[in-house]
């Protein structure tokens, strides 16, 4: 079946400008999840959403990221006024959001190349 | 806070097996342990999970300590492809640095 898929796969911006990432998660997935992860470093999570709830947005670095899930589907990461420290590769997973069975599945994330 | 510790780095000769050792000391009762892994430019992607008693399916193994303090992912069999790096969750956003593991031919 269809994973869950990233756009673009690669994003090069100038300093300043506003970006969005996109990510269409598995259908009938509750459960969406952004990360990012700088060059050699480990996932540095962003924001969390979970069916109607609102979102976990604890990991956002600052108020230039944003992100919203239209219709419990396809969500859409926004970065204002893109700094050379923004760039990383941002990920998403979806997940059912079980007790017994939260597994996470990763699309093949956006690369972000802010010059 | 990844509420887990992992090795930084390990190497295992193809063929033998890898044991990825993680240490999560402060897991609570109703958390599950996650291993996943992610091989160079690639989304990470789904090993095992498990939540008290060892759990084994095609990719891995997972040995998990009677107090629940600290886990062993084993790769029985490790071959190049395994090269990648393992990281162990217990809470769904703290993925940490993970453990790099080389497989040496």
Request: proline share 5%.
């Amino acid at each position: 079946g269809a994973g869950v898929s990233q756009s673009p796969s690669n994003k090069v911006t100038e300093k300043g400008k506003d970006v969005e990432l996109r990510c269409d998660p598995i259908s009938g997935h509750t459960a969406l999840y952004w990360y990012r992860q700088s060059l050699g470093q480990g996932l540095e999570f962003l924001i969390y959403f979970q069916g109607n709830s609102a979102p976990d947005k604890s990991g956002l670095p600052s108020d230039r990221f944003s992100a919203e899930r239209t219709g419990g589907s396809v969500s859409t990461l926004t970065i204002q006024r893109t700094q050379q420290e923004d760039s990383a590769v941002y990920l998403c997973a979806s997940s059912f959001k079980l007790p017994s069975t939260d597994t996470q599945y990763f699309g093949p994330g956006t690369r972000l190349t802010v010059l | 806070d990844a509420k887990t510790t992992q090795p930084p780095s390990m190497d295992c000769a193809e063929g033998r097996a890898a044991n990825l050792p993680c240490n999560h000391s402060t897991i609570s009762g109703n958390e599950y342990v996650y291993w996943y892994r992610q091989i160079h430019s690639q989304g990470p992607q789904y090993i095992i999970h498990g939540l008290k008693n060892n759990e084994t399916n095609e990719m891995a193994s997972l040995i998990i300590t009677e107090d629940r303090k600290s886990s062993t992912l084993i790769l029985p069999h490790a071959t190049l492809r395994d090269t990648a790096v393992y990281y162990c969750i217990v809470r769904e956003f703290y993925f940490g640095t993970g453990t790099s593991l080389t497989v040496i031919p």
